[in-house]
């Protein structure tokens, strides 16, 4: 049986910040991709404040200083887009179910959970008003394009016009591992920024190489999949490097060691 207790949620920012110290943030701007400077990107949302894709998630991310949000969109029932990590509601919510199987008013019925199970009066969020809070703190959007249907014109194109009248479009890029569906979505938005889960300490080369071949691009890859050597690569090419996966205090401080453009995570604050 699922817990029913309400919740309130506290920053433990005091702590974050103890252990990690401050990164560095670059002044939002449409151009970021021409920015030198490090940001902070909060992996679906400020979890540190609040649960994951939530509308308050993305408030906090942009109270604390984060540069970035990642996110995770989905198509409801009745054609609502949504921030939903699974498939199902079941792990972060009271309720169950496909996302994909049930309204927008049945989503909203029920309350978000933390990563405890403990019940929050928070309830998943509309894509809209996601993008409008995360343009009133002028924080860029890292779009996952694992979750979702990126190969359909439709949902792509209700994306982007979101983003656009949302005014994110140009402080975003699209994660879209697929080299398939990456290519359509560029073919169909050729000025949007998009990148892929490489692995320099395999790839360096060929990931470069693809890359290279959109106007817009920037180098992703897990922390553990980069050195110092292979982020000299990547700088020497002329593309940003965006590193996932910094929880901890070594990941923290080997990827302020190689200067990349935003660092992704779920722990650290500004």
Known sequence: MKKRRILSLAIPMMFAASVYGNAVIAAPNDHWLRSNKTELSAHRGAQVAAPENTLEAITQAGVLGYGFVEIDVQKTKDGQYVLMHDKTIDRTTTGTG??????????????IEDHEGNVTSYKVPTLEEVLEEAHKYKLGINFDGSKGN????????????EAEEAKVLHHS????????IRDQFNSWYPEATVTFLGNALKNVE?????LKKYKNAIYTTSIDNVDEYTAKKIKKAKLKLHVYKVNTPETFKKAKKIHPRLIETDVIVP
Do not use: Y
Request: hydrophobic share 45%; glycine share 0%; no cysteine.
């Open 150 to 161: 990126w190969d359909d014109k439709e949902f792509v194109d209700d994306i982007m016009n």
């Open 98 to 111: 496909m996302v994909e199987d049930l309204t927008l008013e049945e989503l909203q019925a029920f309350s």
């Open 206 to 210: 060929a990931d470069i190489k693809e």
């Open 173 to 180: 890029f699209f994660v879209l591992s697929n080299k398939t």
